[in-house]
């Protein structure tokens, strides 16, 4: 199982100094938190991608090629590709570029995104979101497994004996997840490619993410990829940590009332309840977490938020440092009774492996 950190790449102000980082400050933070994740032993760094204020992270893919750089075993991941504004050609290229600098530690999450002005500023309409998930995605699934294609859409000019540059490491593209909060429609374009889903449960209560997961799972098997226990699942997480509880619940709940997302709203008490966010001690935050296999089966991937909300970055390395003691006990715990037959999470390795049986 794989363990890691993700980042939206918010600049957001500090609410116990008022201070407010520069986009400068924000994205060398975010290369600090990523050297930081393979320093304690994490094992996915993921960055979201993001065209309008308040956030940094534009060019993900230059963001992960200057860490790829700076490492020597971190996955470098996305938080979201957006599928539906990007050009698939663009991304194509882009992350295989990306594959053959490091070395094939890359995979990525497509994702419709969750701001709508984002659509009309690259020539698209929000109401296509799903199609153009659709659409393009089948598009780039073909641009890495064939050399030379002829393809016509509905979104986008057609191609003609096109190839892709360069091609993929090895030949092996780099493994898709697909995240979604709320589409099943996502679910489905998981399963009926053979592909990681993500559910990124830091909002909303289990029971909708479950239905989610179980649905990708079931039409998994249905489009004869493995047992639906087989399926390739990742998780979303938020976590605060401190040795004793009443001190992370104290230093956080700032953080947590004025956050841009969910500031404002329901307390950090009923937050914690209804939702994964663990605000506590270390063993809290595995015995939370540890529950996460009850309600979505055995899963392969765990990404934590833990950057947001104008956390300092002194703070947020501090995370780092309890997450690199409670990983490993997180790994045992989760190996236990976990069966045979369920697969690891992909690698460019094992996918390498696949390919050549």
């Known amino acids: 199982m794989q363990f890691g950190v993700f980042t939206v790449g918010d600049v957001t102000p ?40 308040p956030f940094v992270p534009s060019s993900p893919t230059t963001m992960l090629g200057y860490v790829a750089a700076r490492t020597e075993r971190l996955i470098l991941s996305t938080a979201t590709t957006l599928i539906t504004t990007n050009d698939p050609v663009k991304i194509a290229e882009d992350f295989a570029m990306l594959q053959h600098l490091a070395d094939g530690r890359v995979d990525l999450m497509m994702g419709r995104g969750n701001t709508g002005p984002v659509y009309p500023w690259f020539g698209r309409d929000i109401r296509d979101g799903i199609d153009l998930a659709i659409e393009n995605y089948h ?29 993929p490491l090895d030949g092996v593209p780099p493994f898709v997840w697909h995240g979604s909060i709320r589409s099943p429609e996502i679910a489905e374009q998981a399963a009926y490619y053979g592909d990681g889903f993500f559910a990124n449960h830091i909002f909303w209560p289990k029971e909708h993410f479950a239905r989610l997961v179980n649905l990708y799972r079931e039409r998994y098997e249905h489009y004869g990829h493995g047992a639906a226990d087989q399926a390739i699942v990742g998780l979303g997480g938020q976590v605060f940590i401190r040795p004793r509880s009443q001190d992370a619940v104290r230093e956080f709940r700032p953080y947590f009332d004025n956050a841009p997302v969910y500031g404002h709203g329901p307390s950090l008490e009923d937050f914690t309840e209804q939702t994964p966010l663990t605000v ?36 947020v390395l501090e995370q780092l440092d309890q997450l690199g003691e409670i990983v490993p006990v997180l790994r045992a715990e989760f190996a236990r009774g976990r069966p045979s037959h369920v697969p690891d999470a992909p690698t460019h390795g094992s996918l390498l492996t696949a390919a050549v049986r």
């Open 139 to 167: 598009l780039l699934h073909r641009l890495w497994r064939e050399d030379v294609v002829n393809w016509e859409g509905k979104h986008r000019t057609p191609l003609q004996s096109f190839t892709a540059t360069p091609r």
């Open 280 to 315: 506590g001690s270390p063993q809290e935050v595995v015995d939370k977490t540890l529950t996460f296999r009850e309600h979505f089966g055995d899963y392969q991937r765990q990404l934590f938020l833990v950057d947001h909300a104008g956390l300092p970055l002194k703070t």
């Open 14 to 53: 500090d609410p116990t100094t008022g201070r407010t980082p520069t986009e400068a400050e924000r994205i060398k933070a975010m290369v600090a938190i990523a050297l930081k994740a393979e320093e304690v032993g994490l094992d996915v760094f993921a960055t979201g991608e993001h065209h309008n204020p």
